[in-house]
Structures are given as C-alpha cells and as structure tokens.
C-alpha cells in the first residue's frame, strides 16, 4: 500500500500544479500578494485609486495610488522590487511578479482589436 503513495506523488505534483489556470493564479496574487491586495491602492484593474483624501496646513490633498497597468515590464519590475512613496515592499519573486503584470495586461489584445474596428 505505501508503494502506491510513492507511485502517484509525482501524479498528485502535477494535479497541483494545474489546480488553477494561469489567470487565477494571476488574479488571486494581485487581490492578495502578501495580505493586502494590489486593488486596495490600484483600483480592480491597475488604473490608479485615490486612497485617502485629507489635509494638510489648511490644503485638501489626496493619497492615491498610480495607474499601473499602463507602464513597461521592466519599471513594473524596478518598482516592485525597491520601497517607494507608500508602496510597500512584497519581496515576490519574478514569476509573480510576471503574473500580476500578465494580469494587469489581460485585456491588451482586446484593446488593440477594438481601436482597429473603429
């Protein structure tokens, strides 16, 4: 019977590791990477979200979080791999962090389709 076990983990190894597609995977690291969710500053698709609004010496300003699905692999990368302005750091890995740039990206060639129709 034990010999069984050792005979289907590599089977169970791959059945885990299709669990989810690609886009899911995606989706759930971009709602929550390391327990806040990209969408609470980024807005649900990466186009920017005032996250607090307040005042200062008699001025109304606001904190918002930038548009980032608008911007090249190689900055997303550079900017989630350093503390800037409120971002907090995530330390994900570059797999991840290609997910979540594929994430942001989904709709890209949906976009391009449509301005050509019009």
Known sequence: MKYIFFLMTPLL???ASTFITPMEYASQLYKNPRGIGCQSCHGDNGEGKIIANYVHKDKKKSFIGPQINNIAFSEFYRVLNKR???????????????????????????????????
């Open 13 to 15: 190894l791959v059945a």
């Open 84 to 118: 800037k302005r409120g971002m907090p750091r995530y330390f994900l890995t570059t797999q991840e962090i290609k997910a979540l740039y594929f994430y942001l990206h989904k709709n890209d060639k949906k976009k391009k389709k449509h301005v050509k129709k019009n």
